[in-house]
C-alpha cells in the first residue's frame, strides 16, 4: 500500500537540529527519518522504519545464504555468564549495569557471546551437530561516553552479531572465510565505499579480526594502506623492530638546559648552546621522549607506565588503549608525580625508569628504537638533560609496545613503498575468537573419538543502525539525500501538485498501476500543502525517482526527475507508469 503523505507520520523540518554537525544527520532528523530523545539515542519514524528494513534484509538474506539461522536473544541480560567470560569487570563504564527488585544484578547486552555460546552448550553435545552458525538482528547498548553523528555512534543501536561453532580450527577458518565472503556481498549492496583491514581484536581476543571500514572523512577510526593492497587499522599496525646498529656516540654527557620541559624548547637550545659535531642540527627526531600514563584496572588497580618513543612522535591514544585493553589509560596527575618523588616533571629519563630502577615503574620502547643507536633525553634533574645516551650500553627497557603516532609516508609493515592515512567508520568486524569463551562457558562437544573437545568459536558483527547513518552520509547534496534505489524507503514519490482534481484523480491511477506491479510508492496527495514546499519535501526525502503531475496534464505530460542526476524530462501521462517501470527495474 502507498504511503500517502496526507496521513503518513512526517514532520519535515527547513532548518537544520542545532545538535546536529554532520551533512547525513542533519538530513536524517530534517526529513524525518529519526528523531533525537536523548543524546545518542533515536526514535526510528515510520520512514526511517523502511529504510532500516531494507538493510535489514540485505543483511538478512546474505546470511542465510551461507547457511545461518536466525535467533533473537534478550537485550535484559544476568550478570553470571559476564562474571565467568571476566567482562563484568572488563568491560568497565560502557557496559550499562541495574538491579531489578530483588536487588540481581543484570545488565543490557553490548553484545552476545555468553549468550550464544550457553544455547549451543545446554543444546549441543556432539561433533555431529557442528559446524553451526546463528545470528540475530538486535538492539544493543552501550554507555558511549561522546555519542556522535546521530545513529553513526549511539548509546542504544540495532547489531547483527552472528556467531560459527566449529570442532577445531580447520573448521573455523572455513566458517570465517564464509561469513567474510557474506560481508563483501552486504557492503556491495549497501553502495558505499569500503575497504577490509587487518585489525586489533582487542577485549574480544581471538587469534585474528578483519575490520570493514566505510571510506569517510568524518570516520573516527583511521587507517593505512599501501600500493600492494596492505590495509590495516592503525591499531592493528605493527612496527618491525629496529635492528641493532653500531654504537658510535661518545661517553653519554649531561648537561644544563634550563627552561626546556618541551622538545621544541629542547631543540631550540640544543643548537643554540650544544650544536653537534657533524655539523646537522639537532631535530626532534634525535630527542627520547618518556612519556607517563596511569592505567586503571577493572578489579580497581591503578598502575603507572612509562613509554620511550622518538620525539617527533606522540602516543597514539587508541594504540595505547588497544595493547593495555582491559586497562583503562588516563592521566598521569600532580598527586602521581608526588608519589613518585624520583621523577622530573619535564626532564624524566630512561635513569630512574624501569620495574628495577629507582622509580619501579614499568618502562616500555616503541620498537623503532634500536640498540645502539644514541638519544637526548632527560636526565632526571630539573633543567637538565644527558647527551648520548645510548640504548643497550647506558640504558635498558622492560619491553617494547606498539603505541607511537602512524604518519603519512611511513614505511609500510608489507615492505610495499610508504602508508597512506585515510578515515574511516567501523561497519562490521569479524573476530576468530578460539576457544576463549567456550572455554569459561564450559562449550565442549564429544569428537569422534568419544573425548570432550572445547568448541572453536567466531564472533561477526554489523552496525545495522550505523549502515543507515553511513549510507545518509555518503549520499546528500545541499538540497537532501539521495537513497541509493535498493534502500530507499520508497521505489517512486509521485507529486500531485495544484488544486485540479483531475490532476489528484490521474495521480490515483498511476500510484495503483503501479502499485499493481510491486512498486513501492511514497504519494504526495496533500491538498493544502503548495507545489513549492512538495518539491523541496520531494527532493529533502530523496527517494530516487521523483513523478510530479501539475500543469502540464492538460496536455498530457507529466515530469519525470532522477534524484540523483537532477535531469527531467517529460513523458505522456499515458506512459508514465512503463516511464517508471523502466527507471525502477531498467533490466527487466
Known amino acids: 500500500m502507498a504511503l500517502r503523505m496526507s496521513t503518513l507520520f512526517l514532520r519535515t523540518l527547513r532548518e537544520d537540529p542545532a545538535d546536529a554537525e554532520l551533512p547525513g544527520h542533519k538530513l536524517l532528523v530534517r526529513a524525518g527519518y529519526v528523531r533525537r530523545v536523548a543524546p545518542g539515542i533515536y526514535t526510528w519514524l515510520p520512514l526511517g522504519m523502511k529504510v532500516l528494513a531494507k538493510v535489514e534484509g540485505i543483511i538478512r538474506e546474505e546470511m542465510t545464504q551461507i547457511g545461518a539461522q536466525e535467533v533473537?536473544?534478550?537485550?535484559?541480560?544476568?550478570?553470571?555468564?559476564?562474571?565467568?567470560?571476566?567482562?563484568?569487570?572488563?568491560?568497565?563504564?560502557?557496559l550499562f549495569r541495574l538491579q531489578d527488585r530483588k536487588d540481581s544484578d543484570l545488565l543490557l547486552g553490548p553484545t552476545h557471546e555468553e549468550m550464544f555460546a550457553l544455547a549451543v552448550r545446554d543444546t549441543y553435545s556432539s561433533y555431529k551437530d557442528l559446524p553451526l552458525s546463528l545470528f540475530q538482528i538486535q538492539n544493543k547498548y552501550r554507555d558511549?561516553?561522546?555519542?556522535?553523528?546521530?545513529?553513526?555512534?549511539?548509546?542504544?543501536?540495532?547489531?547483527?552479531?552472528?556467531?560459527?561453532?566449529?570442532?577445531?580450527?580447520?573448521?573455523?577458518?572455513?566458517?570465517?572465510?564464509?561469513?567474510?565472503?557474506?560481508?563483501?556481498?552486504?557492503?556491495?549492496?549497501?553502495?558505499?565505499?569500503?575497504?577490509?583491514?587487518?585489525?586489533?581484536?582487542?577485549?574480544?581476543?581471538?587469534?585474528?579480526?578483519?575490520?570493514?571500514?566505510?571510506?569517510?572523512?568524518?570516520?573516527?577510526?583511521?587507517?593505512?594502506?599501501?600500493?600492494?593492497?596492505?590495509?590495516?587499522?592503525v591499531e592493528a599496525v605493527v612496527v618491525p623492530q629496529a635492528p641493532e646498529v653500531e654504537v658510535t656516540a661518545g661517553p653519554a654527557h649531561v648537561e644544563d638546559t634550563p627552561d626546556t620541559p618541551t622538545i621544541e624548547t629542547l631543540v631550540s637550545a640544543l643548537n643554540a648552546k650544544h650544536p653537534r659535531d657533524d655539523g646537522r642540527v639537532w631535530t626532534a627526531a634525535d630527542t627520547l621522549k618518556n612519556v607517563i600514563v596511569m592505567l586503571e584496572h577493572p578489579d580497581?588497580?591503578?598502575?603507572?607506565?612509562?613509554?620511550?618513543?622518538?620525539?617527533?612522535?606522540?602516543?597514539?591514544?587508541?594504540?595505547?588503549?588497544?595493547?593495555?585493553?582491559?586497562?583503562?589509560?588516563?592521566?598521569?596527575?600532580?598527586?602521581?608525580?608526588?608519589?613518585?618523588?624520583?621523577?622530573?616533571?619535564?626532564?624524566?629519563?630512561?635513569?630512574?625508569?624501569?620495574?628495577?630502577?629507582?622509580?619501579?615503574?614499568?618502562?616500555?620502547?616503541?620498537?623503532?628504537?634500536?640498540?645502539?643507536?644514541a638519544w637526548v633525553t632527560g636526565a632526571d634533574e630539573h633543567g637538565r638533560h644527558v647527551i648520548d645516551l645510548v640504548h643497550g650500553r647506558d640504558f635498558e627497557a622492560d619491553g617494547t609496545i606498539q603505541a607511537a603516532t602512524i604518519r603519512e609516508g611511513d614505511l609500510s609493515p608489507s615492505g610495499n613503498g610508504t602508508l597512506s592515512l585515510a578515515r574511516g567508520i567501523e561497519m562490521g568486524h569479524i573476530f576468530q575468537l578460539g576457544t576463549k569463551y567456550a572455554e569459561a562457558l564450559g562449550l565442549k562437544v564429544l569428537?569422534?573419538?568419544?573425548?570432550?573437545?572445547?568448541?572453536?568459536?567466531?564472533?561477526?558483527?554489523?552496525?545495522?543502525?550505523r549502515a543507515v547513518g553511513v549510507i545518509a552520509e555518503d549520499n546528500v547534496d545541499d538540497i537532501g539525500l539521495i537513497w541509493p534505489r535498493e534502500i530507499a524507503p520508497a521505489d517512486v514519490h509521485i507529486v500531485a501538485t495544484g488544486k485540479d482534481e483531475a490532476v489528484f484523480l490521474q495521480a490515483d491511477e498511476i500510484v495503483n498501476a503501479l502499485e499493481a506491479q510491486g512498486i513501492e510508492v511514497l504519494y504526495d496527495d496533500r491538498r493544502k500543502v503548495s507545489p513549492g514546499v512538495k518539491f523541496k519535501d520531494s527532493e529533502l526525502i530523496g527517494v530516487p525517482t521523483i513523478l510530479v503531475l501539475g500543469r502540464g496534464l492538460a496536455d498530457g505530460v507529466v515530469e519525470l526527475k532522477d534524484r540523483r542526476s537532477g535531469v527531467r524530462r517529460e513523458v505522456a501521462v499515458g506512459d508514465a507508469v512503463v516511464e517508471v517501470l523502466a527507471e525502477v527495474r531498467p533490466s527487466a
Open 447 to 465: 569428537d569422534e573419538n568419544g573425548k570432550l573437545v572445547t568448541v572453536t568459536m567466531g564472533s561477526y558483527g554489523v552496525g545495522v543502525t
Open 144 to 233: 558511549e561516553a561522546r555519542p556522535r553523528g546521530g545513529i553513526l555512534r549511539g548509546r542504544e543501536f540495532i547489531m547483527k552479531d552472528s556467531y560459527s561453532f566449529d570442532i577445531d580450527e580447520a573448521g573455523l577458518q572455513k566458517s570465517y572465510d564464509a561469513h567474510r565472503d557474506a560481508y563483501v556481498k552486504i557492503f556491495e549492496r549497501l553502495g558505499f565505499e569500503y575497504v577490509i583491514v587487518q585489525a586489533d581484536s582487542g577485549a574480544m581476543g581471538g587469534s585474528a579480526s578483519e575490520e570493514f571500514l566505510a571510506v569517510s572523512p568524518h570516520g573516527e577510526d583511521t587507517f593505512v594502506r599501501d600500493e600492494s593492497g596492505y590495509a590495516a587499522n
Open 72 to 94: 533473537r536473544f534478550p537485550a535484559l541480560l544476568p550478570r553470571e555468564p559476564y562474571d565467568l567470560t571476566g567482562r563484568w569487570d572488563e568491560y568497565g563504564p560502557n
Open 300 to 373: 580497581g588497580l591503578r598502575e603507572p607506565l612509562a613509554i620511550g618513543l622518538p620525539g617527533d612522535r606522540d602516543v597514539d591514544p587508541k594504540r595505547l588503549e588497544a595493547k593495555v585493553n582491559p586497562a583503562e589509560v588516563v592521566a598521569f596527575e600532580e598527586k602521581d608525580f608526588a608519589a613518585h618523588p624520583s621523577l622530573a616533571k619535564g626532564y624524566i629519563g630512561p635513569g630512574v625508569l624501569g620495574a628495577d630502577n629507582a622509580s619501579g615503574i614499568r618502562y616500555l620502547l616503541d620498537p623503532s628504537i634500536a640498540r645502539g643507536s
